[in-house]
């Protein structure tokens, strides 16, 4: 998506895949700041590894505690740091890696505009509280949402993550469990659905799809999980991760170049990279 996008600004940029073993993660920052890179993703599981690496920590990476998009900035000659894609002549003497967080406007950014939902004042039930559903579960309160229920087949994982909420949003209801009353979202940030003998991630839980509105998975391939089914069978909005993942490289995009992401190119390329249409 990040190649269709450069091309269609016209950008004589390349975004490509490295594979890092963590081991090596700080050797391979540095080998990428010594090479003038104008920045570079990071996964699973790099992105808390490197929040120590950094030089400058975004406010995004230091609320959610992981860093999923870097940027490389040089000084110039007044001593302000200024990204490297401004230096074409001149590299500067002094680089820097300024670390940020896309992944949780990605999360938002997905449920706004794929299934048109208000998340202030909304109720809202998360199944998984690993690293991608504590991200999901802190933008959400952070969103203002009224209520939250959180719940993980490791329930320490959940308790955790309902005392950092209690502690940054004391507005928002949370709860560790399942709700008894019908809610505005089911958020699925399990991995549950990726294999096609994984069971629901409701099985054997209280909880039934018709005390659901609208349904969110994570996960986007397959582009239709078992969950997801159920859930249009029971009539709940449906929608997949693949929102979620190019909202999150939208993001990491504006903040390489300076210019806005050509959305509808950029899904273009992710569906027919993921779905092969």
């Not at 120590?52 to 999923?68: I, R």
Request: glycine share 8%; charged share 20%; proline share 6%.
């Amino acid at each position: 998506m990040h190649n269709a996008a450069f091309a269609q600004l016209g950008l004589n940029w390349r975004y490509l895949a490295f594979g890092v073993h963590p081991d090596n993660l700080r050797a391979a920052l540095a080998g990428a700041k010594a090479m003038q890179f104008a920045g570079l993703n990071l996964t699973v599981p790099h992105k808390v590894l490197a929040m120590e690496m950094m030089d400058e920590l975004d406010a995004s990476a230091k609320t959610w505690g992981a860093v999923n998009t870097v940027r490389f900035e040089g000084r110039d000659a007044k001593g302000d740091w200024r990204p490297l894609r401004e230096f074409e002549k001149d590299p500067p003497k002094q680089c820097r890696m300024h670390g940020f967080n896309t992944d949780a406007e990605g999360i938002s950014r997905a449920l706004r505009e794929d299934l048109e939902l208000t998340l202030p004042g909304a109720k809202v039930l998360l199944i998984g509280t690993g690293g991608a559903g504590q991200v999901a579960a802190l933008r959400l309160a952070s969103e203002d949402v009224s209520e939250l229920y959180v719940t993980d087949f490791v329930k320490a994982k959940a308790e955790a993550v309902a005392q950092e909420i209690h502690k940054r949003h004391p507005r928002v209801r949370v709860t560790v469990g399942f709700p008894n009353d019908p809610v505005d979202l089911l958020l699925n940030a399990t991995p549950l659905g990726l294999k096609p003998e994984d069971p629901s991630p409701l099985t054997g839980t209280p909880f039934v799809l018709s005390q659901a509105r609208a349904v969110y998975d994570m996960v986007y391939n397959p582009p239709e999980t078992p969950l997801l089914k159920a859930a249009q069978d029971a009539g709940c909005k449906t929608s997949n991760g693949l929102g979620m993942l190019l909202y999150q490289g939208a993001k990491a995009f504006e903040i390489w170049t300076g210019q806005s992401a050509p959305i509808a190119v950029m899904r273009k390329a992710l569906e027919q990279s993921v779905y092969g249409h």
